[in-house]
């Protein structure tokens, strides 16, 4: 088969087993297009979630932790370097203004259809937000406490590891929830190239009229960013305790 | 009396002379030099200041020690050993350095702030934590706040933690820049006043960094006083500064006041005192009259058996045939013998008496001081000689 031709033919399958589903047993909720949500078909339905959910969680924490390790080390790498740091911002920054769609028909041909594809893309949308994160959080770390750890004898290494990265770690973990949310977001398209996740279930083939499925789809979406994004405000809080006793 | 160069609380090895020669340092091509051909010694133990107007290089000529600033030209030695063969990181564990912003770690607590060098030093972890306790109790903090955050501090406990923190791996040399700069003045005075007391126990050998001459006057063993481009104008003790400014430049950043200054150097016992006409309750008033005839102050002052001042006895007073037991002025201000001479000055106008009775330590009378004496002090060519053998700093 062209390779190019595949996501429409991934859609094809959601939509034809989701069809096929559909007309085997025909609820008198369904019927109704006037009804925004079928609960008789959503009890009945509600296991065929399970994969897709799994898989997009998947696909979000993959390609969150594949962005957070390059963008990371472009960071660290920028840090040192300060000549980098334009071109490193104006490249992650081109990469966040490619629609996600048309991202994916450029990545077809090389990597194919299915999960890297996904990931790839996913990943250099996350670059963007997790770089200038870092970035701004390094460069937030206040001059006078540089000095004084360079004036006490620790190296630059220490310096990074022991003091800066440590309080920059609330401005790195804001950049993280930003990235993790969106991604869950985005990843409802990866169906488009073969990446599965919930997207399978909001993309029916053009079938507008019945929206449970939507919603079922919509909700998971929504309680799944809000899942990731509390236990990173989680992981957030514990890193910077420092900051909240100081509140007091 | 234990000496003062060793106390039994606090360990401490010692301090290292340092020493400039012809120190430089250009940046980049720059044809003026930020430091140039700096040749200077600061003996071990002592509190050498740089002080001179901003953009004189004395904060670079200070970075010059622990390598935060690179020489270009020249060298500093540390006991003898130059910086330039040491590892900076390595070097700069066996320097305390302070600064004005403080730079606490503020995401550490505050022992972990003060253990941070013995930490990279690698000492024990039970070491640490009694060298963390000991540092706090010598400052004056609470152990228990060793647990808090710096931003759970006030800025002079913050400040005081800066200093603990840079003596934790016992330096043979404290660098400080402008340390008690940010801090209100109230504190500042207080802050300055510890240190002092606790410089004149560990003995190190510190580089102060300061634009505040009345600060530098009052830390200083010597003072450096700089000019553009790392230049000494004059390094002397902080009384032969006020004494005789070696040019013009000194004496312009010296201060109009210097004569007000050197006040501050000096103590009420540093002073010849005039005797006061002392007079007994019950004594016969024509005694005390007798008195009065040859003495320099014209009131008679009542003491009682201890010869502990209670008060001025006016012309009333003598009009009875005995001292009554209740003078008609009070006594005023009183002063201590060793009170610093400016303090003393100061509570003479405030009170605004004319003559302040000196007690010593018992609090018997000493002798009296006026305003004019002061000023006659101040005026003679013999304050000179005077205030040689009087150069000792206030403590508090």
Redesign the interface.
Known sequence: MNSHLLPLAAVGEVGKSFFHHRTSETLPCQADTSKLFCFDWAKDNIGRYETPTLQHVELVAISVLVGFAIAFALALLAHRRRWLQPPLLAATGVLYTVPSLAFFFLLLPITGLGRDTVVIALAAYTLQIIYRNTMTGLANVSASVRDAARGMGLTDRQILWRVELPLATPEIVAGLRIATVSTVAIATLAVFAGGGGLGQQIYTGGQLTFKTNIIIAGGIAILMAISFDLILLGIQRYATRWRRVAER | MPTPEVTEEVSSTGASAVRYENATKRYGDSAEAAVERLNLEVPAGEVCVLVGPSGCGKTTAMRLV?R?VELSEGDVLIGGESVRKRDP???????G?V??????????TVAENIG??PQ?LGWKKDRIRARTVELLELIGLDPELGE?????LSGGQQQRV?VA??LAADPLVM?MDEPFGAIDPISRERLQNEFLRLQAEIRKTVLFVTHDIDEAIKMGDRIAVMRKGGHVAQYATPAELLMAPADEFVEDFVGADRALKRLALMRVSDIDLWEAPLAHVGQATAEVRAKLRDAEVPYPLLVDAERRPLGWLSERDLSAETVPARPDNPLGPLLDRDDVMRDALADLLQGEAQYAAVVDHQGRIAGVLSVEIISEFLASPKAKAEERGAVERPRE
Do not use: D
């Open positions: 622990n935060t990181a390595r070097l700069r564990r066996e320097i350095y600064i004005q912003q403080v730079g606490l770690f503020p995401h550490r941070a060098v990279l808090r955050y710096p931003a759970q800066g923190r840079a660098l």
